[in-house]
């Protein structure tokens, strides 16, 4: 990891533009993954929230990935040094629509970069903005936190967690298995190797089981928020994870009123701990 925290502000405002087809079966993919009944997607459909993030991979050649199955840092992303990626949180807005079979651009700027020490050894957070555009123009604006904990060879423990809320107004149990997780990743092209490598995600990270993907998570969050108020159109979502979930819970999404305009979501897992925590508004 860096010793010097002004080494890394030089990659603060860098940009990276990526053009894509959003191309239809990829979404239907997607459905079939999640295994919700409804209609099939077609092209000119409105993308639905939080999908984006099928698009835009991060191509890499096997030479430039790192030890954790990740591209490689120093190009756009800050070169932290050895460290374990994880997906913080979002803020994502949708003050448009984007539609498949369109193209569509990308445009990603980092807007902070900050180190900090933890338990664990240093951690540094980076955000990245994202402005994605149609052809009806912008369309969603996505704030993406990423957190590096220093890789120094040891697996910090996870604290205990807090209990989730109970008796939510809507709520659908998910039993996660390895083919889910695959199917997640081949989608968004995402190599963490915890999410499909058992030994690398039990001896190298210390987890029990595979990591199922923070923003799959979420992007089940915000599919039940659609489900519950199906006559309303998502104006905002945001979340932040607060512990990992694992293939060997079944874990439940939730979601209750927050208010006349938005839902309070979030992700327990099988011991009935808060694992991810988030809110949809309208």
Not at 248 to 277: E, H, K, R, Y
Request: aromatic content about 8%; proline content about 7%; some cysteine.
């Amino acid at each position: 990891m860096s010793k010097e925290p002004q080494d890394l502000q030089a990659w603060v405002g860098r940009t990276d533009e990526r053009r894509d087809v959003l191309v239809t079966e990829r979404c239907v993919a997607l459905q079939a993954a999640f295994d919700h009944p409804g209609t099939t997607l077609s092209a000119g459909d409105p993308l639905p929230p939080l999908w984006h993030w099928l698009y835009f991979w991060d191509i890499a050649p096997r030479s430039g990935l790192g030890r954790d199955g990740h591209p490689a840092l120093g190009g756009f992303l800050p070169p932290v040094g050895p460290a374990r990626r994880m997906w913080a949180g979002s803020r994502v807005s949708f003050p448009g629509a984007l539609r498949l079979g369109e193209t569509a651009t990308r445009v990603s700027t980092i807007q902070s970069i900050a180190e900090k020490s933890g338990r664990s050894g240093r951690l540094v957070f980076v955000t990245v903005r994202h402005k994605l555009s149609g052809g009806e123009g912008l369309a969603i604006v996505d704030e993406h936190d990423i957190v590096y904990r220093e890789d120094n060879g040891t697996n910090a423990s996870a604290r205990p967690g807090e209990p989730a809320p109970e008796g939510a107004q809507w709520s659908e149990q998910v039993d996660p298995d390895p083919t889910l997780l695959f199917r997640y990743s081949a989608l968004t092209f995402n190599g963490h190797r915890i999410h499909y490598d058992r030994d690398y995600a039990r001896d190298v990270e210390g987890y029990e089981g595979l990591v199922v993907h923070g923003p799959m998570l979420a992007t089940m969050m915000v599919g039940l928020a659609g489900r519950a108020l199906p006559d309303r159109k998502i104006s905002r979502f945001e979340f932040r994870g607060l512990r990992p979930v694992l293939d060997i819970d079944t874990f439940t999404v939730n979601a209750d009123p927050d208010g006349a305009d938005a839902l309070s979501v979030w992700v327990a897992n099988g011991d009935g701990v808060l694992s991810m925590q988030g809110r949809t508004e309208f």
